[in-house]
Structure formats: structure tokens, C-alpha cells
């Protein structure tokens, strides 16, 4: 199976964040993941990260496509195709 950066899901937290739960909670229920690797990155752990992502999290890094939550399936599916 080739990987393309569409098969690679990154979604950016924070620890204690009811959101960034919500998100993860919404996004492994999604059959359009089956197959799809999904990594959660917290932002306090790299500066840059946290400058860029700290008010926005929970964000969705599928490619180069940045979802911010409250995402939707039909956004997901854009973004996968």
C-alpha cells in the first residue's frame, strides 16, 4: 500500500482540553479513517507549535489541509480526497 500524506492524520491538543478529547472521541469514530494513521502531537511540547496552534487546538493536519474543530465529515472528506 502506498502511503500518501492524505492517509497521514496529525491532530494538534493540548492535555486537559475537553475539546482536543471531543475531536479525538469524533474523529475514531469516522469509518472514512479505517486504514489511515491518526497521531495525536501536543503543542506545549514545541514552541513553535504552541505559538502557532496554542489558541486554535484542537486543529486537524491532514496534508496541508488544517481543520479546526468543530470540523465536519464532509470537510474530513475533502480533505482526504
Known sequence: MVRTRESFLELLVTASC??????????????????RTLVTRDVVDDDTLLDRYGERVPVLRVGRAELDWPFDAETLRQALS
Not at 472521541?25 to 479505517?34: G, I, K, Q, R, Y
Open 18 to 35: 475537553g475539546r482536543c478529547d471531543d475531536a479525538l472521541d469524533w474523529l475514531l469514530s469516522m469509518p472514512e479513517l479505517a486504514g
